[in-house]
């Protein structure tokens, strides 16, 4: 299990787990042109707080998937407790193989999660339910270019995340298919990320996460936490927007 997904599952308050929490979003968002007409759809919507903010703030309909039967619920009660039922509406699904019409929606996103799936398959399946002319836009964690292969693959086996370089993205949003594609780099924002998680998180949550780790993996999987932490605090990890256009017919 990976720290993300502890973090995930348990009750510590924590709704965003993403760097710049909704201040990314909301310029992921304009970058993406969304506004009142725009049918969004957010790939990995967790808990479902950015498919809410969005709706909230731009007016637009959102459509949220995520693979978590727990988050989908999550998201679904969230939507009914701030009156977005209407606005907001959230699918059990695979990133893979959406489950959705080609060119359906105006803006596809998907937050810090696509290092974590088969990345060439699932912006496939993006490109494919966007609109002619319509946007793609992620935010996620892009290795320096000096970084050495042996991190790499200890985040790899530790997290199951393979970040790309910021030029690395760039490659595999224009074999998708994308055009007019920008990489804005947000590395600055990863120190105090961790910061403000930690400060989050709390002696309280810092000790439910410590046991349970220690239950399920033993003193491994503190072992595996402890370095992907470290990683993450390394000078070689950095973060990215980035966005593509799909083209006309």
Do not use: Q
């Not at 459509?63 to 978590?68: K, M, P, R, T």
């Not at 200890?154 to 030029?167: A, M, V």
């Not at 910061?195 to 349970?212: N, P, T």
């Amino acid at each position: 299990m990976s720290l993300e997904e502890i973090l995930e599952e348990e009750n510590l308050g924590i709704e965003v787990l993403h760097p710049s929490g909704l201040e990314i979003t909301r310029e992921l968002a304009e970058l993406c042109g969304i506004n009142e007409k725009s049918k969004v759809l957010d790939v990995a919507c967790g808990t479902g707080e950015t498919a809410c903010f969005l709706a909230e703030t731009f007016g637009c309909e959102v459509v949220g998937v995520d693979a978590s039967p727990l988050m989908i619920e999550k998201a679904k009660n969230k939507a009914k407790m701030r009156g977005l039922e209407g606005k907001t509406t959230f699918i059990l699904a695979d990133a893979h193989k959406l489950p959705f019409p080609d060119n359906t929606f105006d803006v596809v996103i998907s937050e810090c999660t696509l290092c974590l799936l088969n990345k060439e398959v699932a912006l496939r399946e993006i490109v494919r339910v966007v609109k002619p002319n319509g946007y793609v836009g992620i935010h996620d964690v892009a290795w320096k270019e000096d970084t050495p292969e042996t991190l790499k693959l200890k985040l790899k086996e530790i997290e199951g995340e393979e970040p790309e370089t910021p030029e690395g993205w760039r490659r595999i949003f224009e074999k998708a298919g994308l055009m007019d594609v920008i990489v804005i780099d947000k590395s600055h924002l990863i120190p105090e990320w961790m910061k403000e998680m930690r400060k989050e998180v709390g002696i309280i949550g810092e000790l439910k996460i410590f046991l349970k780790i220690l239950r399920k993996e033993g003193l491994k999987g503190l072992k595996n936490a402890w370095e992907s932490m470290k990683i993450f605090e390394s000078p070689y990890t950095g973060y990215v927007i980035i966005v593509g256009r799909k083209p006309a017919r």
